[in-house]
């Protein structure tokens, strides 16, 4: 039997972006991910987390648009850190747009979103 049920791991969270080149520059300088694959076919960009999960940008198609709008609950990834409080800085310190830290339940955690409005978040547990 696997570890995670039927799966082995999570492999990957994809995130739909308007352009793929300018999303890619943003995580490299932003969050400092560097891309494990890149296809510029399907374009998309595939950026290694870790622990064998990975985050992949997909540039949406024509006629495709995000399904994101102020109070709507979608899927999201979220970034463990041993320093939430640091990292939060960090971004902040790079032009990012970062929410308050929250504490709730021995866990620290913000929110902030990509240029193109996804939404991610960071936590790290007490």
């Known amino acids: 039997m696997a570890?995670?049920?039927?799966?082995?791991?999570?492999?990957?969270?994809?995130?739909?972006?308007?352009?793929?080149?300018?999303?890619?520059?943003?995580?490299?300088?932003?969050?400092?991910l560097v891309p494990a694959f890149e296809d510029a076919t399907e374009r998309l960009v595939v950026f290694g987390l870790g622990g064998g999960a990975s985050l992949t940008l997909w540039e949406l198609k024509r006629g495709e648009s995000l399904?994101?709008?102020?109070?709507?609950?979608?899927?999201?990834?979220?970034?463990?850190?041993?320093?939430?409080?640091?990292t939060w800085h960090v971004l902040r310190e790079r032009d990012v747009l970062v929410d308050p830290v929250v504490e709730a339940g021995g866990v620290l955690s913000f929110e902030?979103?990509?240029?193109?409005?996804?939404?991610?978040?960071?936590?790290?547990?007490?």
């Open 3 to 32: 570890e995670a049920g039927l799966f082995r791991r999570l492999d990957t969270v994809l995130l739909r972006v308007h352009d793929v080149d300018a999303a890619k520059a943003w995580y490299r300088a932003k969050l400092e």
């Open 67 to 86: 399904p994101v709008s102020p109070g709507l609950v979608t899927t999201f990834p979220i970034f463990a850190v041993d320093d939430a409080r640091h």
């Open 112 to 126: 902030f979103r990509d240029l193109d409005g996804n939404r991610l978040e960071v936590c790290q547990v007490a």
